[in-house]
């Protein structure tokens, strides 16, 4: 379990193995810092819900699965609105950043903080951030209101802009100290919660009364800890379009085969659940799963069968799936983009080359291939309806936290709960597809594919067993 360097993890133990991981609370280091009354209390949008105020030891554990003599786990502290509050709203000036690549949702946060401040607790005082963690320091501002950010949930993409890199900490921290910024409120995948976690240890160690907040934003839904990333579902939705335009030209044609590429750089969940969603999909390749081309049980040998079967095919490969058979990429996968991701090779157009030169080389099946890539299609478009409410109770948890006093947390669904996560626990790792798990096994089941892993580790077997293998000896 990592953490911050400069910290350690609030960790809080109770009775039969109950562990919280908490997050960071100005009143750690702030001594008799002030509290105020919740104007929530007389606010009357609340006043009809009973018990509106999260107890202080409310929490949500972090697996709900047990047996009767499991130890009752890792919990983390439980999102809401809290009786009191540690900022008075004349004092607030919150600013809202955006930061890495688009994703469906990014406008609907941004809508919903700003409403959640100026209508839930009275926030005036709302900047953003213009063009990820540079516009910091380039001093490029927008201010934020209810009216102006009314209808910018009906569109794609993100009106403070967004971009790579550019952290630098202390200018950063510089900037939100001459600003007077109290609040700053950072959405942004695993990478941008690194710059957050640095920019929460600046601010703490200089003992500045600001609440530093992060809300995880990866349409892979490759960030640890939570239950899914806002964007992933509308990815998911929108996938189907691909899938069902590359099924329909692959069954009009003679041997058709669609290759669809779909956004999963470490992590193959958009094209898992997106081939399980669309049930036309023959073939699923995902990074967690390696696969070879050539050989028994190989790609080839099952696209070949499945083409003689049904006349037609459907491939969807992951971005990051198969990159180590890219003989070419071996040097562009140690360059690194601005946030520190690896470049990879576009595996789809790759793919779909292989499988052409294949097929020209045995000269007894024509194939007609169609490649689609709707990346950038689907990155743009605005949140689905689910998205939609879940973008809402994310940002409208980080507010509540910030005001509560809580600061260097993500605010994250957990077990179906909104919860305070610390940032040490969301960048520790990346949250992968297991493919010993029941789910891969339901991929596996709907496309009828071989796993390829398993396939080749039988065919090095049978190699084994030929006279001169030596691993019969072992």
């Known amino acids: 379990m990592g953490s911050s360097p400069n910290s350690k993890p ?23 810092i002030p509290t105020y009354t919740n104007p929530l209390q007389i606010n ?20 709900i699965i047990a047996n009767k003599d499991s130890p009752r786990g890792v919990h983390f502290r439980r999102a809401g609105p809290r009786q009191n509050v540690y900022f008075d709203a004349d004092d607030v000036q919150a600013a809202i950043v955006t930061c890495g690549g688009l994703c469906p949702g990014l406008n609907t946060v941004i809508r919903e903080l700003v409403c959640a401040l100026y209508h839930m607790y009275g926030v005036k005082k709302i900047l953003g951030i213009n063009g990820g963690y540079k516009g910091f320091y380039a001093h490029n501002t927008i201010a934020l209101t209810p009216k102006n950010v009314n209808d910018i949930h009906k569109r794609g993409g993100t009106i403070l802009g967004s971009s790579r890199g550019g952290h630098d900490t202390t200018k950063i921290v510089d900037s939100i100290q001459d600003r007077g910024i109290n609040q700053v409120y950072i959405i942004g995948g695993d990478g941008t919660q690194r710059g957050a976690d640095r920019i929460f240890e600046e601010i703490r160690r200089r003992h500045l009364k600001v609440a530093v907040v992060g809300i995880p934003k990866t349409i892979d839904n490759d960030i640890p800890v939570i239950d899914r990333s806002f964007g992933f579902d509308t990815a998911v939705e929108e996938a189907q379009r691909a899938i069902n335009a590359a099924h329909v030209e692959a069954e009009s044609g ?33 990074p967690e799963s390696p696969f070879h081309l050539e050989g028994p ?44 991701n690896k470049l990879l090779q576009d595996v789809g157009l790759w793919i779909s080359q292989k499988i052409k030169e294949h097929f020209s080389r045995l000269k007894t099946m024509h194939i007609n291939l169609k490649y689609i890539d709707p990346t950038y299609m689907i990155r743009a478009v605005p949140s689905n309806a689910s998205d939609n409410v879940y973008c809402t109770l994310l940002a409208q948890s980080a507010v509540h936290g ?9 605010s994250g669904l957990v077990n179906g709960r909104q919860t305070y996560i610390p940032f ?6 990346q949250n992968k597809v ?28 049978k190699t084994g067993d030929e006279p001169n293998g030596e691993q019969q000896q072992q």
């Open 10 to 32: 609030k960790i809080v133990r109770g009775t039969a193995g109950y562990v919280l991981e908490d997050v960071p609370h100005l009143a750690d280091y702030i001594p008799d």
């Open 44 to 63: 009357p949008a609340y006043s009809v819900v009973k018990q509106y105020f999260v107890h202080v030891d409310d929490s949500v554990p972090q697996k």
């Open 254 to 286: 003679e041997n058709g085969i669609g290759v669809v590429k779909l956004m999963g750089r470490y992590s193959g969940f958009i094209a898992m659940y997106a081939t399980l969603a669309s049930r036309d999909v023959d073939c699923c390749l995902i």
């Open 297 to 340: 049980g190989g790609l080839f040998e099952y696209v070949e069968k499945r083409l003689k079967e049904n006349g037609h095919m459907v491939i969807v490969i992951a971005e990051g799936a198969g990159q180590e058979l890219v003989s070419e990429s071996m040097q562009s996968m140690q360059k690194q983009d601005a946030s520190g």
């Open 402 to 410: 910030a005001m509560a006093g809580y600061t260097g947390f993500t």
């Open 424 to 429: 040490y626990r969301i960048i520790e790792g």
């Open 434 to 461: 297991v493919i010993t798990d029941r789910m891969w096994a339901r991929v596996l089941s709907s496309t009828n594919q071989p796993s390829f892993t398993v396939s080749k580790n039988n065919a090095e077997e």
